[in-house]
Nanobody, 117 residues
Framework: QVQLVESGGGLVHPGGSLRLSCAASGRTYSLTTMGWYRQAPGKGRELVASITQMGSPNYADSVKGRFSISRDNAKNTVYLQMNSLKPDDTALYYC???????????WGQGTQVTVSS
């Protein structure tokens, strides 16, 4: 069993910044790739960014150049630095972690990000 706890969401003006954190606990020895997904009202869940065990990142086209994902393996924590935020970034952001034994995707409870003037 793995538990993921997100923090750092909130309300910001367009152009502002937020830093999300996700701390993993439990059977973390099985975790490999971690990442962030988001779900806006009326839309499905979409990948924002992911990062491998070795630190190689991957980003959705809509956030390239604005968001940065990183991880601290010693702390079992993944971060998402979000800059130049737009109203279209408004969504519930979920932390995700891929386990190998057995293969399974774990999800956090979500943290709300709202970008509004």
């Amino acid at each position: 069993q793995v538990q993921l706890v997100e923090s750092g969401g909130g309300l910001v003006h367009p152009g502002g910044s937020l830093r999300l954190s996700c701390a993993a606990s439990g059977r973390t020895y099985s975790l490999t790739t971690m990442g962030w997904y988001r779900q806006a009202p009326g839309k499905g869940r979409e990948l924002v960014a992911s990062i491998t065990q070795m630190g190689s990142p991957n980003y959705a086209d809509s956030v390239k150049g604005r968001f940065s994902i990183s991880r601290d393996n010693a702390k079992n924590t993944v971060y998402l630095q979000m800059n130049s935020l737009k109203p279209d970034d408004t969504a519930l952001y979920y932390c995700n972690a891929l386990a190998l034994t057995p293969p399974y995707n774990f999800w956090g409870q979500g943290t709300q990000v709202t970008v509004s003037s």
